[in-house]
């Protein structure tokens, strides 16, 4: 209902909530539902609103309200969480390589990720306002002549064909990239360490010449990867060819306030609707 831009929590003791469920195909589960919540010893929620909602939707009256999940913190070691962090980090960046950089690039040190996921309810949700928000940060931080740099996802399910060839093509020259680079670097390392264990014993030689750990071939290949990598455009704000693009809440809101990730607009954004898939692996989420 919510999701159906109802003006639900003025209105929750009007509905009449047998007709909602059945008229929405979920009159099984809610009865399973509701028939729970009565046959409880107990009945709890985790929250004031869903007490609220249990009372008028369930017809029972929570005994009590809970805390929403435990102090995990409280039983964590810290440098467990920041290696986690670490990792979770390095995955979002090597996203946002594949995803901005041919077209330009940014300080990613000097970057803010910033996440809102879920359920598709663009008004329940507040995505709505959540890109509001972010194209007057936009303004803001353009006006200020920042250089911090703003990637703003919204992950939410929706109907979808493939992903974009952009999107795709993005990822695959990355991954090459890096893959070239670590071949590389094994290669100047066997050098390095060959070259070293060789030392004849004249002095101003016991460390390599750096110009030569790079040969001819390791150039040409890495100038073809480096190549590789040019765009044309902006990079996409979606990462998947949608269903019914032109009448898309969340993209025609993106194109009202167009955030289309100039390369000026210190804040980017990308719609990924997919919750989980191999390409933007956010295992955080």
């Known amino acids: 209902m919510c999701a159906g831009s109802v003006d639900f929590y003025n209105n929750l003791q009007y509905f009449d909530v047998d007709h909602e469920a ?12 509701r028939a729970a919540a009565h046959s409880a010893d107990v009945f709890t929620t985790v929250s004031h609103i869903t007490a609220y909602e249990s009372e008028h939707l369930l017809k029972r009256k929570p005994d009590g309200v809970l805390p929403n999940g435990l102090n995990v913190v409280k039983f964590q070691a810290m440098h467990e969480f920041q290696n986690l ?38 008004r ?48 695959a020259v990355m991954k090459s990239l890096q893959s070239t680079v670590d071949e590389i670097k094994e290669s100047i390392g066997r050098r390095l360490f060959d070259k070293a264990a060789r030392w004849n014993g004249e002095p101003g030689t016991e460390v390599p010449d750096p110009k030569e750990l790079l040969t001819g071939q390791d150039k040409i290949l890495l100038k073809r990867r480096v190549f590789a990598l040019k ?37 980017k954004i990308i719609f990924h609707p997919e919750v989980h898939d191999p390409i933007l692996n956010l295992l955080i989420l």
């Open 22 to 33: 059945g008229k929405r195909g979920i009159y099984h589960r809610y009865c399973i539902e």
């Open 231 to 267: 765009r044309t455009g902006y990079p996409p704000i979606v990462t998947h060819n949608m269903a019914d693009d032109t009448s898309d809440p969340i993209l025609n809101q993106i194109r009202r306030v167009q955030l289309f990730n100039h390369p000026s607009d210190r804040v």
């Open 85 to 122: 962090h670490a990792i979770k980090k390095n995955t979002i960046n090597d996203f946002v390589r594949g995803h901005f950089y041919g077209h330009y690039d940014f300080d990613l040190d000097n970057t803010l990720y910033f996440f809102t996921a879920g359920r598709y309810e663009y």
């Open 124 to 171: 329940n949700k507040g995505v709505d306002m959540f890109i509001e928000s972010l194209a007057r940060l936009n303004y803001r931080l353009k006006s200020a002549g920042s250089k911090v740099t703003v990637v703003a996802f919204i992950i939410m399910p929706a109907a979808t064909h493939s992903y974009t060839v952009e999107a795709l093509k993005g990822q």
